[in-house]
């Protein structure tokens, strides 16, 4: 287990950044928040690249600053690894000199060259000069080169920002597959919630310098929906149902794809890929493309109806004039939230603990794999 305990400030001349927050790093942590809401000063302090800081960042039982005790560790002896939005590589070297330079600062040299090029899918391209790679390529590089150097914790900001949908897939998949592998724990910055959702274990979210939640990835998610109710200038998401799903069927003969919810049914379009039977499968869906109705449709084009009780009805803003709510309706132990118009509410007379049906079409389960 890795746990991180930060306690520090900074302060600029336009912008103060404060977080007193203890993150248990299992598996891959998110970080998530408006550009400007602090997340890649957030890593670079921890990676020692900020001068500014007041008070502690401690990682399991190593500090690396305390200004109480007048104790900082150099950026180079904290054994960590940050990966930036542009790859930065030596553009005159191979991707093998260029990770034969990493694997020369490191002190234990464990991690085989050859094992990182074969682990990233770089074997290939070991001999190309790092010039002649596409943006997905190079940004596997830079991952291959933090790893060579043996951190106890990676940084990653925003490393997909500058590629294409398939590029982003591919290296979503690899880092994961790097974590899972190298039980290397990741601390993730990106301001899109899709990709995060994909691969976080749990997420943090910013705003404006401060800490507004923390927790497992999907219940954040969900709690994100009600922030534009408290805090009407932070419209963060869009207000969605968080899935993480078992795979009863890759096909159903018909190219859609099942999805067990307890005895209950979701499908989706069949997605290419490798995915099994009794994999589990992130997805969401957005809560405007859910309606409610008071009994199952028995003729209807939309192919999932999912039956559930009313637990909350909410105003989805402070603006009454909105004349909207927000639904949440447990279904089979899961959580879904609806948006529909105040006018809807009243005509179906919807209450609390009110048994009602879900229906959603296939297309609107959406997932960022694909």
Request: aromatic share 6%; hydrophobic share 40%.
């Amino acid at each position: 287990m890795t746990i991180l305990n930060l306690d520090f400030n900074l302060h600029y001349k336009s912008f103060d950044f404060a977080i007193n927050q203890v993150l248990d790093l299992k598996g891959i942590t998110g970080v998530f928040g408006h550009s400007g809401s602090g997340k890649s000063t957030l890593l670079r302090a921890i990676a020692g690249l900020e001068k500014n800081i007041t008070g502690s960042i401690v990682l399991n039982e190593k500090t690396f600053i305390d200004t109480s005790q007048n104790l900082g560790v150099k950026p180079e002896q904290r054994n960590i690894s940050l990966v930036f939005q542009d790859s930065r590589l030596f553009p005159h070297l191979t991707v093998r000199d260029n990770l034969k330079y990493a694997a020369r600062r490191c002190v234990s040299s464990q991690l085989n060259l050859i094992d990182i090029l074969r682990l990233t899918e770089l074997d290939h391209l070991a001999d190309a000069n790092v010039t002649d790679l596409s943006s997905g390529q190079k940004q596997r590089v830079a991952l291959a080169r933090a790893l060579l150097t043996e951190p106890k914790l990676l940084l990653l900001d925003e490393p997909l920002s500058a590629l294409d949908q398939v590029s982003k897939t591919k290296l979503l998949g690899l880092i994961v597959k790097v974590q899972q592998q190298l039980n290397l724990p990741i601390l993730y910055v990106s301001h899109s919630l899709d990709e995060l959702q994909q691969v976080c274990d749990n997420l943090l979210i910013l705003s404006q310098g401060k800490v507004i939640n923390y927790g497992n990835i999907h219940h954040t998610i969900h709690q994100l929906n009600f922030l534009s109710a408290r805090l009407p200038n932070e419209q963060l998401i869009h207000q969605q149902t968080s899935l993480s799903l078992p795979i009863a069927s890759t096909d159903n003969g018909q190219g859609l794809m099942v999805l067990a919810l307890a005895e209950q049914e979701i499908l989706l379009p069949r997605l290419p890929g490798e995915l099994t039977k009794h994999k589990h499968l992130r997805c969401f869906i957005l809560a405007s493309d859910i309606s409610i109705c008071l009994s199952e449709s028995q003729n209807s084009t939309i192919v999932n109806h999912v039956s559930g009780t009313i637990k909350a009805i909410e105003s989805s803003s402070l603006d009454e004039s909105t004349h909207s709510v927000l639904v949440t309706v447990i279904c089979s132990g899961q959580e879904f939230f609806v948006h529909i118009s105040t006018y809807s509410q009243q005509k179906l007379a919807l209450c609390i603990n009110q048994q009602v049906y879900l229906q959603f079409k296939a297309g609107a389960v959406r997932t960022y794999l694909y």
